[in-house]
């Protein structure tokens, strides 16, 4: 919803100043299919070029992630936190082996089906069970798993940053093809050199177009939605993070109301539940 607002204000602003000035705004709408279609075109094309399938797919969903608020509220980080701490207590009263049935058939456990909004994420689910598995078996110390969950994080990160490279190369190249259009109006005007100077002048302002268009997609429209999916990456790593920091405290001894605590404090202020509020809704899960 914000980023049409954005791109709202930010068209009225151009053209609201635009025609403010007395400028003709008949010449830009004459000329912004044509400009549009090949700006766009060699854009999208490159785009293609430049990118393998699997990113090309995970930039059409991070895109559509772009018109949705963010999932990662104060709920959904209580629901988590609460998720956490009913297993490591599980853990703890019966011993790591009574959480082994959750662990391997998550969509069969009760714990996680009281969870619906976190076990509906198969990713968040994967790589809770994933590292209760290594501590159910016990092969492996805090600092190995630690490690590994770095390794699987970063690849994470490098994973899904490859769609707001994507974003961030496409806003860059804009500005550019719009050059080209523009050039190639320049070369439609001076094969008319033999019209009357109206007629030029408008078939150099149609030409202009393109330059304004390239620059105008890039900074108004490509560029702020790479930094606003680059943001929602972040927040899908700071889930992460929760997750490691609990379980790692977990490892190193501490009991499960203190481990929750330490992932409480990772995540960011504006979504980071208080103590009595994840207190609370610990209890009132039970």
Request: net charge negative; aromatic share 8%.
């Amino acid at each position: 919803m914000f980023v049409i607002i954005g791109w709202v204000v930010a068209l009225a602003a151009v053209f609201g100043v635009f025609i403010a000035h007395g400028g003709n705004i008949g010449v830009v709408m004459k000329a912004l299919p044509f400009e549009m279609a090949a700006i766009g075109g060699a854009a999208l094309g490159a785009f293609v070029a430049t990118n393998p399938p699997k990113v090309l797919k995970a930039t059409m969903r991070g895109l559509a992630q772009c018109f949705k608020g963010s999932k990662y509220t104060k709920e959904r980080y209580m629901e988590l936190m609460a998720l956490m701490y009913d297993l490591l207590q599980k853990a703890r009263k019966e011993g790591l082996m009574s959480i082994e049935n959750d662990v391997e058939q998550p969509e069969n456990s009760p714990i996680f089906q009281k969870y619906p909004n976190i076990a509906a994420d198969h990713h968040v689910v994967e790589f809770v069970t994933d590292y209760l598995r290594m501590m159910v078996s016990g092969n492996l110390n805090a600092h190995e798993i630690e490690s590994l969950m770095d390794s699987e994080m970063e690849t994470h990160h490098h994973e899904a940053h490859a769609a707001v490279a994507a974003l961030q190369r496409l806003a860059g190249g804009l500005p550019a093809f719009g050059i080209v259009a523009a050039v190639l109006g320049v070369v439609n005007t001076m094969g008319s050199v033999g019209q009357p100077p109206a007629v030029l002048g408008g078939m150099i302002g149609s030409a202009l177009v393109g330059t304004f268009l390239g620059i105008l997609l890039a900074y108004a429209f490509a560029e702020p939605l790479a930094g606003l999916l680059e943001q929602k990456v972040d927040e899908q790593g700071k889930e992460l993070q929760c997750i490691k920091t609990t379980l790692l405290a977990s490892m190193q001894g501490y009991a499960p109301q203190v481990a929750v605590e330490f992932g409480r404090k990772v995540l960011y202020s504006t979504e980071r539940p208080s103590f009595a509020e994840l207190e609370g809704h610990v209890k009132g899960k039970k």
